[in-house]
């Protein structure tokens, strides 16, 4: 039987509704009178706030002209006289534009234009009738298209002028059309009762049946028929009661440099500041720190500006950090600065302490973080993604209480809905409905305003609250802000649910991993700074000098390239050039600031003595390791001490080596007996200390893995659950071979190449140490490929530990339940273990956070080769390290912290009066000493030690310290320190 | 040609996210391959006009560009 697909042709009454709600809109602008004038310039931004003047110089600007550049800034200008018809009216430019704009109107602010908002109100920035008008505008590449769809098509680099004009408006028809648009979007909302839905269609097509759409006569009519027979209508009820924040999320670099963030930033404000002129009422959240820095030093008018509304509280600087980071990967200090730096910045600012956390966009957010919050005076942590953009399983919590690693609590807001809504009923009753703390959690969180340089509110959307009272299927709505929100709902509310553990997201897996240079780098980095800081605090301690602006300036570097587009490498390419250039300026003057601390001797910046091998960079050193000739040193400089360093004692006849089958080798040394495979895989591990095997049989081992890497558009944050499902093949060019050994360590080195990529693998391993170290030598050549080292150990555990930097979370390897499931692949920083009761087997990294688990088979994630945003990812040359460390005991027995802390931590060349009672105080203690700096006022050396290990531990000092907040504000004093499990604390020594 | 396309155009293009590779020259056509951004831009054509006018003022030559635009798989729907 043939099936018909009845499709009906003739028009529908909701459509002819929605037609004449077309021409409605088309009534809005009464007169408009074009600027004859205007004149054009094209720059390309070139820092901050500089820009470099292309050919051409100023040249006429017509409507129909073609405008903008690639990565280009406009500079417009022109003058107008307002008609003598407009005089005593509400005047306003109007200019469609689909870049976005600051105006300045006769040498004022007066306001901007973007493809949210096609007009400025004019009025109080006339002077007499002339209009001077000067306009810098930057062609936005990325609007806001997957919520306005119309810009899609118009979406490019070069633009058509579509003309300026003074204008004057309709105000019934414009206040009608927004009763429309309100209207209009419940009758299309299925969220929203359908009888009502009927009745709304009816009733808009009636009050258009009143107006006149040539002479516009019957407007006002219309108007009552709404407010009488719609508003007035109280048939109809709704429920539940939903918080409106306006905000404007900032990507600080994206599909633009950090460079533009400058303007997109001083835009957002200059248009929110506007509409608080005009919507008293309109309150605004705003965060980042780094933000009000630009603006405060590039548009010091404006930022004048925003004091005053900070003061008047309409607008509400929110998030306590400097920019919004990542929350994966940074270490607990890089996470403490973003709020130390942040805080004491709003307090010189606005003599305020923000206490809250202001996330929305981050992947997914450390156990680490609670801890970190509350002693940087932050109570309140909001944080979208994980209820929006889970692809497994829905997170149970909107308001609730998330417990940290150590124990520590801080008040959670997950909201229900994106952190970007244009304040539609439609999305406030999805908030709603998606809220799950309904009876315990008060209200729930509604974001409102466009992000990006989107520019964050409209007038559209605070008329929409003018008239949310007056619709009876609405939700209550309050328009409040994210401070008083949070008191108002979490503060004391005995109700709400607890989170104890990380908050994974299940999405975006794939940034623990993407552009691997950026990760190794901000690792070397933060390690690089704090031995810097440790020099420089013990130099300050004998009355030396700290050159504190340097350092902090340094950190705000690294920081700011820790922000959630930025680290996690979804960026477009000019981004990556950009932090790879602060990278190599910050390393520079690392090295330029410790020249004058440098000596022959060599220090031990780590509290505790060194164990492990350790790799001294010479010339003349036999030992080629990260690109560096060098020779491998005896271990024992104890903790923060000098000393010179001798070349490890070697064991003669060490190293046994024998052919295998196939090109296979086995090889044996003081601790192992080893079977390497052709491709550097290790077959067997026999341990003949432990006396056991350590390789799974036919799991793979130290074995690369390409796999075929095809996540989709989300291609550079995305890993997939099904990327095992193809893999792709690899070669040995060279098998495993013995390169190099003396009596002190063995190099073996097998090539191999996978389509156009080369793959040399070297293997070290030590006369006198346990670990065996894997170094990759990459030159990448691939499109989507995922290449992961695997680990099928032979220790029977259903957990695995990994690091994060201030202590270890255990995870689970069964995939039993969906949880589970989705957690294929995770976060870790130096380490992660394997043990079984007496022993196990650590993997130490030098840069690498990716980890995947499936099942018992874990492995190491090591490069990505993803295309967007950016084309070149990954490609070319990488050099990658790790150490395979079989041991005895559990991890905290082996002492593994310790390890990766030697693993990541080089010795320097220097030798500073470290005093005697301080080192044994911090060296005796157990603790990792994760800073040493000057106080941000000077007054004290700051220490700040963590617990890692998960257990108690103690520290005495000869004197008392003070106990400190993580801003270094003063709480108490104490000679005797007791830390818990996990815990870091913060001391500071007077000077 | 080469390098002009790919020194001074291509670093502008990628500020928006867009690619541009030169491919070849022959007889006054320039053959360019558009990825990232470019590939899917409803509007290249005004760019093309662009890159033109560019190669007009700074090279002096007149070209006819043939655009090729490689589009990722998660876009060719």
């Not at chain 1, 315990?440 to 008239?467: A, F, H, N, P």
């Not at chain 1, 000019?574 to 910050?586: F, L, R, T």
């Not at chain 1, 097998?750 to 990529?757: D, N, Q, Y």
């Not at chain 1, 990658?880 to 990766?900: D, M, Q, S, T």
Request: net charge negative; proline share 5%.
């Amino acid at each position: 039987m043939a099936h018909v697909k009845v499709v009906r042709r003739s028009m529908r009454p909701e459509e002819w509704t929605e037609l004449r709600f077309g021409w409605l809109q088309r009534g809005i602008y009464e007169e408009m009178e074009e600027i004859q004038d205007l004149t054009i310039r094209d720059a390309r931004q070139t820092g901050e706030n500089s820009y470099e003047y292309l050919d051409g110089g100023e040249r006429p600007l017509k409507k129909g002209d073609v405008y903008f550049t690639p990565d280009g800034t406009a500079f417009i200008r022109g003058s107008a006289r307002v008609p003598e018809r407009f005089r005593g009216r509400d005047v306003y430019l109007k200019l469609s534009t689909a870049g976005e704009m600051m105006v300045r109107v006769n040498g004022r602010y007066a306001g901007g234009l973007d493809p949210n908002r096609d007009r400025i109100y004019l009025n109080p920035f006339l002077q007499g009738e002339e209009v001077r008008i000067e306009i810098e505008g930057y062609n936005r590449s990325k609007p806001d298209d997957e919520r306005n769809p119309a810009s899609l098509g118009i979406r490019g680099c070069r633009q058509i002028f579509e003309g300026a004009f003074l204008a004057t408006i309709r105000e019934n028809v414009q206040s009608l059309v927004y009763d429309y648009i309100l209207l209009m979007d419940i009758a299309q909302c299925e969220y929203f009762n359908e009888d009502y839905r009927h009745f709304l269609y009816e009733k808009l097509s009636h009050a258009l049946d009143l107006v006149d759409f040539d002479t516009w006569e019957g407007v006002d009519a219309a108007a009552d028929y709404v407010e009488k027979f719609i508003y007035g209508n109280t048939d109809f009820h709704g429920s539940g009661d939903v918080a409106l924040v306006g905000h404007s999320h900032l990507d600080l670099a994206y599909y633009w440099r950090r460079i533009h963030s400058v303007q997109k930033n001083a835009r957002t404000v200059l248009i929110q500041l506007r509409l608080m002129d005009r919507y008293p009422e309109f309150r605004y959240t705003h965060t980042q720190a780094h933000t009000y820095e630009m603006l405060e030093k590039y548009y010091p008018e404006l930022f004048e500006e925003l004091r005053v509304k900070v003061k008047t509280g309409q607008f509400e600087p929110v998030g306590a950090m400097y920019v919004e980071p990542d929350c994966n990967i940074p270490a607990a200090e890089s996470l403490i600065r973003q709020f130390l730096y942040g805080q004491h910045y709003f307090r010189r600012a606005f003599g305020k302490t923000v206490d809250n956390a202001w996330l929305p966009d981050v992947f997914g957010n450390s156990w680490i973080m609670p801890q970190i919050l509350r002693k940087c005076c932050v109570d309140y942590f909001v944080s979208n993604k994980m209820s929006t953009w889970n692809d497994t399983n829905r997170f149970p919590h909107n308001n609730f209480i998330w417990k940290g690693i150590d124990g520590s609590t801080v008040y959670a807001c997950v909201p229900p809905t994106h952190f970007i809504t244009w304040n539609m009923p439609s999305q406030i009753q999805e908030n709603w409905e998606a809220y799950q703390d309904k009876e315990k959690g008060g209200q729930t969180l509604s974001m409102y305003g466009y992000g990006d340089g989107g520019s964050g509110v409209t007038e559209e959307m605070l008329e929409m609250i003018r008239r949310f009272p007056k619709v009876s299927v609405m939700p209550r709505v309050e328009v409040t802000g994210g401070a008083d929100f949070l008191h108002k709902n979490l503060l004391h509310n005995e109700n709400l649910s607890v989170w104890d553990g990380e908050l994974y997201l299940e999405m975006h897996r794939g940034t623990f991993t993407t552009k691997s240079n950026l990760k190794k780098m901000n690792r070397l980095l933060e390690f690089r700074l704090r031995t810097a800081e440790l020099l420089f605090s013990l130099q300050a301690l004998q009355g030396g000098a700290y050159p504190g602006d340097a350092l902090r300036d340094l950190w705000k570097k690294l920081l700011l390239n820790q922000f959630h587009d930025i680290l996690p490498g979804s960026h477009i390419h000019p981004v990556y050039e950009d932090a790879m250039q602060d990278y190599s300026d910050i390393s520079a003057q690392i090295t330029e600031l410790l020249e004058p601390l440098k000596r022959d001797d060599w220090f031990n910046p780590l509290p505790f003595d060194r164990k492990s091998m350790v790799f001294i960079p010479e010339e003349g050193g036999n030992v080629t390791r990260d690109g560096s000739r060098g020779f491998w040193a005896e271990p024992g400089l104890p903790g923060l001490a000098s000393g010179s360093v001798a070349p490890m004692k070697g064991i003669p006849g060490w190293l046994k080596v024998l052919n295998g089958e196939d090109h296979t080798l086995k090889v044996e040394t003081p601790a192992y007996r080893i079977h390497f495979g052709r491709d550097g895989s290790i077959l067997s591990l026999w341990d003949k200390t432990l006396e056991r095997e350590w390789v799974l049989k036919g799991a793979g081992f130290n074995r690369l893995h390409i796999w075929a890497d095809h996540p989709g558009t989300y291609d550079a944050w995305d890993i997939l659950p099904n990327y095992r499902d193809v893999e792709i093949s690899t070669s040995v060019t060279s098998p495993l071979s013995l390169t190099f050994s003396d009596d002190v360590s063995a190099e073996f080195t097998a090539v191999l190449s996978c389509g156009s990529s080369t793959w040399t693998m070297v293997l070290r391993l030590f006369a006198r140490f346990r670990g065996i170290e894997v170094e990759h030598l990459v030159d990448w050549r691939e499109k989507h490929r995922l290449a992961k080292v695997n680990f099928g150990a032979d220790v029977l555990t259903r957990e695995i530990l990994c690091d994060t930097s201030a202590g270890y979370i255990r995870r689970s390897l069964t995939r039993n339940t969906t949880w589970e499931q989705a957690r294929f692949e995770v976060c870790h920083h130096k380490w992660f273990d394997l043990s079984e009761t007496g022993a196990g087997l650590a993997v130490i990294n030098s840069g690498k956070y990716g980890v995947g688990l499936e099942g018992t088979e874990v492995s190491l994630s090591l490069l990505r080769s993803t295309i967007r945003p950016d084309i070149t990812s990954d490609m070319g040359d990488h050099d990658l390290r790790y150490l395979i460390l079989p041991h005895a005991g559990n991890a905290v027995e082996a002492g593994i912290n310790r390890l990766a802390f030697e693993y990541n931590v080089p010795l320097v060349q220097a030798r500073p009066a470290v005093p005697e009672e301080l080192r044994n105080a911090i060296c005796s203690s157990g603790l990792y000493l994760q800073s040493m700096k000057l106080s941000e006022d000077g007054k004290c050396v700051i220490l700040r030690l963590s617990e890692q290990d998960g257990r108690r531990a103690r520290i005495t000092f000869p004197t008392p310290v003070l106990c400190m907040n993580m801003l270094e504000d003063p709480e108490g004093e104490a000679q005797t320190v007791q830390v818990r499990p996990f815990e870091i604390v913060t001391l500071g020594i007077p000077l | 040609m080469k390098s002009y396309i790919e020194d001074v155009l291509a670093p502008r293009i990628q500020g928006d996210g867009g690619w541009v590779e030169f491919v070849s020259l022959e007889d006054q056509r320039l053959t360019l391959l558009f990825r990232g951004e470019c590939s899917k831009c409803q509007i290249l054509s005004r760019c093309l006009d662009w890159i033109s006018q560019k190669i007009r003022e700074d090279l002096g030559q007149e070209v006819t560009i043939l655009p090729v635009c490689k589009k990722p798989f998660f876009w060719d729907r």
